[in-house]
């Protein structure tokens, strides 16, 4: 998996479809989608650069805003572990790499079906990462998606981030 893509719950399949032609327009035409045990999540493993993917919604919404009726959100995922302690920090401190030392990050945790307290996770990546913490005004951000059983993780700029929703708002003005 290499993308998450939210969704309104109960509209995977449309979503699903929507994803598909999108992907099939950059060159991939066989992704994988499917869905997840959280009504609302697909994961999608695309052969396409997903940041590349991102870019490519980001422009249809810019020409076609009509033509994007599903997505909600597109959040590339650069390592997906198993959901424990360990493995997570080692992933995100792993891709922390790619920071210069100049730049800040924040740690943002989102969190479905899962006992493990995101104080405990943001603590210890913040421990094993040396750059400055900003919560307000940071270059990166070290996203920990867990989704039950796994977890994905990506050390990203804001703009790798796609919310639908933010991007027609800012289309508009």
């Known amino acids: 998996m290499n993308l998450i893509i939210t969704c309104a719950r109960h ?17 991939d035409s066989n992704p994988q989608i499917a869905t997840t045990e959280f009504s609302g999540i697909l994961y999608v493993n695309t052969s ?20 994007i009726r599903y997505t ?22 792993s891709l922390a790499k790619k920071m210069s ?12 079906n899962s ?3 995101s104080e405990e996770i943001i603590t210890q990546i913040a421990n094993k990462i040396p750059n400055r ?10 996203l920990v998606e867990i989704l039950g059983t796994e977890t994905g993780i990506s050390v990203l700029k804001d703009s790798n981030i796609l919310s639908i929703q933010r991007e027609k708002r800012g289309s508009l003005e």
Do not use: H
């Open 11 to 27: 509209y995977e399949y449309d979503t699903e479809l929507e994803i598909t032609n999108i992907l099939d327009e950059i060159g």
């Open 48 to 67: 396409a650069n997903p940041l590349e993917m991102i870019n490519r919604i980001r422009q249809k919404i810019e020409d076609e805003p009509w033509s």
């Open 72 to 93: 909600m959100r597109a959040i590339p995922v650069e390592a997906l572990v198993e959901t424990q302690i360990r493995p997570i920090i080692e992933a995100a401190s």
């Open 101 to 112: 030392k100049d730049d800040s990050y924040r740690i943002t945790i989102e969190k479905r």
């Open 115 to 117: 006992g493990i307290a």
């Open 133 to 142: 913490v900003s919560l307000k005004n940071y270059d990166w951000v070290v």
